[in-house]
């Protein structure tokens, strides 16, 4: 299993219109990527921090994935404070 997180800052208030935008772009792509078992978006209100954390049942294809992302991003950048940083991990246990 496999994780991707995404996490960035938000411009103060944006974090709900974020979080539609998000669900409303990725909602109707990514329920047909392969090995995508879940999804979330996450923020921290006191903070601005937002998180995207995504589980895999296999490792996510940089290369489909990555467009996706990238067309996300220059759509919302006018709700960012800062580009965000992706990073992915290997799961090694679970409870």
């Known amino acids: 299993?496999?994780?991707?997180?995404?996490?960035?800052q938000v411009q103060p208030g944006?974090?709900?219109?974020?979080?539609?935008r998000w669900k409303e772009y990725f909602g109707t792509r990514l329920p047909n990527v392969p090995g995508l078992l879940h999804t979330?978006?996450?923020?921290?209100?006191?903070t601005d921090t937002i998180v995207s954390v995504s589980i895999w049942d296999r490792e996510p294809?940089?290369?489909?994935m990555q467009p996706l992302i990238d067309d996300f991003?220059?759509?919302v950048s006018n709700l960012?404070?800062?580009?965000?940083?992706?990073?992915?991990?290997?799961v090694l246990a679970e409870i």
């Open 61 to 64: 294809e940089q290369a489909r």
């Open 14 to 20: 944006k974090a709900d219109e974020l979080a539609a």
């Open 1 to 8: 299993m496999y994780l991707r997180i995404i996490s960035g």
């Open 73 to 75: 991003i220059s759509q």
């Open 80 to 90: 960012v404070s800062v580009p965000p940083q992706v990073a992915g991990y290997e």
């Open 40 to 46: 979330y978006f996450s923020v921290d209100r006191a």
